[in-house]
């Protein structure tokens, strides 16, 4: 469990930092909202993010302990992010396209991931 723990962390924060640079790459050259694969593969990178979630409660189950931080980064920071960036993108009011809105949130989440991936090899 604890390889595939890993390599989805590396694809997680590889995700998150696509995410975060597609809309960059997208407004720069069509001045346009994002392509629908972007949509695709948001929905699929919050799959993996709560896959990844149950395989670090069955390390955690298993015995393997982390700093505790590695579990804020890794999970409920993350979670709590990308809830807010639902909420505000779903309100008409706010005067932000959703892309952008996600765009934003995904440079947090990229950070934050990376420091649980950071945190859980003991680099940080």
Do not use: C, E
Request: no cysteine; charged share 10%; hydrophobic share 60%.
């Amino acid at each position: 469990m604890r390889p595939v723990h890993a390599v989805l962390g590396f694809a997680i924060v590889g995700g998150f930092g696509l995410l975060w640079l597609w809309p960059l790459v997208t407004w720069a050259a069509r001045r346009s909202d994002v392509h629908r694969w972007y949509w695709t593969l948001l929905g699929v990178l919050q799959a993996a993010v709560l896959v990844q979630l149950v395989a670090g409660v069955v390390l955690l189950i298993a015995g393997g302990r982390m700093p505790f931080l590695h579990y804020l980064y890794g999970s409920l920071f993350p979670a709590v992010v990308l809830i807010g960036a639902h909420v505000v993108a779903r309100d008409p009011d706010n005067g932000f396209a959703p892309w952008k809105v996600f765009g934003f949130a995904t440079f947090i989440a990229f950070g934050l991931t990376l420091r649980a991936l950071t945190t859980g090899l003991g680099i940080g």
